[in-house]
Nanobody
Framework: QVQLVESGGGLVQAGGSLRLSCAAV????????MGWFRQAPGKQREVVAV???????NYSDSAKGRFTIASDNAKNTVYLQMNDLKSEDTAVYYC????????????????????WGQGTQVIVSS
């Protein structure tokens, strides 16, 4: 009965910033890793950022240098800080959690995650 609840999406101008949150409900947050994926209309869902239980992070090429993933175990929450947003960042953003330890390569793929949030819309205008 684990649920991931995303929040923080909305409309923002190009060059602006936005912070997404993902709260794990019904769990002690004992996950091997959590990640953020996004899906634009007509496109495949793709990984944006990943963070492991030990705090190791990884980013897609488009996110690197602009986005930061972080976790707050006290609040059972994972965040995605997005800066210098571009029109191509427009998408529905999904939070995901993996129970078992995986390589960073596998954590870039959807099939290795066990739980998914409902998604939060991010629209970047220009």
């Amino acid at each position: 009965q684990v649920q991931l609840v995303e929040s923080g999406g909305g409309l923002v101008q190009a060059g602006g910033s936005l912070r997404l949150s993902c709260a794990a409900v019904g769990s002690s947050f004992s996950f091997a890793a959590m990640g953020w994926f996004r899906q634009a209309p007509g496109k495949q869902r793709e990984v944006v950022a990943v963070i492991t239980r030990g705090g190791i992070t990884n980013y897609s090429d488009s996110a690197k240098g602009r986005f930061t993933i972080a976790s707050d175990n006290a609040k059972n929450t994972v965040y995605l800080q997005m800066n210098d947003l571009k029109s191509e960042d427009t998408a529905v953003y999904y939070c995901a959690a993996a129970r078992e330890d995986q390589t960073m390569y596998r954590l870039s793929q959807r099939r290795w995650y066990d739980f998914w949030g409902q998604g939060t819309q991010v629209i970047v205008s220009s």
